[in-house]
Nanobody, 117 residues
Framework: VQLQASGGGLVQAGDSLRLSCAAS????????MGWFRQAPGKGREFVGA????????TYADFVKGRFTISRDKAKSTVYLQMNSLKPEDTAVYYC???????????WGQGTLVTVSS
């Protein structure tokens, strides 16, 4: 699976931004598509994921109510809608794919989100 993330940029606190992750190479039926982020000087952390077939989602506690993950099956694309952004959301955001409960072994290149106060 090849993943291409896009949509990052510089926004102000309180703004919204939508990231996209286009997948290619394989059918995604048995995959979970996840979003992760890595802030400057910190480790990578899980943001949330969508289970491709069922559309079920799961989120880290720190983004619940602000971020929403969705997918477009026809476009093989997963989205991360981020609302009410905070400066602490500043990070490189990565999309990743995990096959049938395995680890996230497929990663996109990351897209930088900077939230100014």
């Amino acid at each position: 699976v090849q993943l291409q993330a896009s949509g990052g940029g510089l926004v102000q606190a309180g703004d919204s931004l939508r990231l996209s992750c286009a997948a290619s190479g394989r059918t995604l039926s048995y995959y979970a598509m996840g979003w992760f982020r890595q802030a400057p000087g910190k480790g990578r952390e899980f943001v949330g994921a969508v289970y491709w077939s069922a559309g079920a989602t799961t989120y880290a506690d720190f983004v619940k109510g602000r971020f929403t993950i969705s997918r477009d099956k026809a476009k093989s694309t997963v989205y991360l809608q981020m609302n009410s952004l905070k400066p602490e959301d500043t990070a490189v955001y990565y999309c990743a794919a995990a096959f049938r409960g395995e680890d996230y072994n497929y990663w996109g290149q990351g897209t930088l989100v900077t939230v100014s106060s």
